[in-house]
């Protein structure tokens, strides 16, 4: 009685005169070979049905956009961390550096004795203090332990191991590797690497002038490794220390030769 037969992909009950659409093409047919009183009727469900469409797929376009932020941030924190982590550097205050300096000192007090005297200090002290430039304001320390190693922190630190000294030939070795960690202290490696290790989060907030945060993060330094390039950087800034200064070190040390033994 008007309704006509369902077209292939729907379903009919004539007795209850409903119909059940399976997809929307047999949706479409369906509403073609629909009466004109029907299709009156149907005009408003399918107006609804648009806006659901809608709808969904804003919700689904939005939803890539929340899942996609991680992935967006991350791609320009890579891109720009070297620039910011410069920014930040330059930025930084004399006295978060010294902070830093000395959460490191604690830390490796925590886990050696800091030697206070003797000949393997006198040596370090001795050699440090003629490679240094006046207002350099660089502090050498001795930590007693095996490892062959020697690592500079903010604010002017410069800490060598007694394992260093005791596999050391002369104290011109010792100098080299002095020379490479001030380097390290005047480039200001170990900063630069903190910040980019921070994270954003401690970064947007030194930026903010905020550096308190960053400031707690310098007991980290001790775990820091620093890149491939900041190391031949290093190697060429410091060998420029040794080679500027090279004839009147040498002829110091050879004139007033230096214990190493720790």
């Known amino acids: 009685a008007g309704v006509p037969p369902a077209p292939a992909g729907c379903r009919a009950w004539a007795r209850s005169r409903r119909v059940l659409v399976l997809d929307h093409e047999a949706a479409a047919a369906f509403r073609d070979a629909a009466p004109a009183a029907m299709q009156q009727r149907l005009h408003p469900i399918r107006e609804t049905q648009k806006k659901t469409e809608r709808r969904f797929r804003w919700g689904i376009a939005a939803l890539v956009v929340v899942l996609s932020l991680p992935l967006l941030a991350l791609g320009a924190f890579i891109a720009w961390a070297d620039p910011l982590a410069d920014w930040v550097v330059r930025r930084l205050p004399p006295s978060i550096e010294r902070q830093m ?105 030194a930026v903010l002038g905020d550096y308190g945060q960053l400031a707690g993060w310098g007991a980290q330094l001790t775990e820091l490794k620093f890149s491939r390039d900041a190391e031949r950087e290093a190697d060429a800034r410091g060998l420029t220390r040794l080679t500027r200064d090279l004839r009147r070190l040498g002829s110091r040390l050879r004139d007033d030769p230096l214990s190493l033994g720790a």
């Open 101 to 205: 300096g000395e959460a490191v000192l604690a830390q490796t007090r925590a886990q050696a004795k800091i030697l206070d005297g003797g000949p393997a200090f006198q040596a370090v002290q001795t050699i440090g203090q003629r490679l240094a430039r006046p207002g350099e304001g660089l502090r050498f320390y001795v930590a007693d332990r095996p490892e062959i190693n020697a690592f500079a922190a903010p604010g002017g630190v410069v800490v060598v191991y007694t394992g260093l000294l005791r596999t050391a030939d002369s104290a011109e070795e010792v100098a080299g590797v002095l020379a490479h960690e001030i380097a390290h202290v005047e480039l200001r490696h170990s900063l630069r690497q903190l910040v980019k290790v921070a994270g954003l989060r401690v970064m947007f907030a």
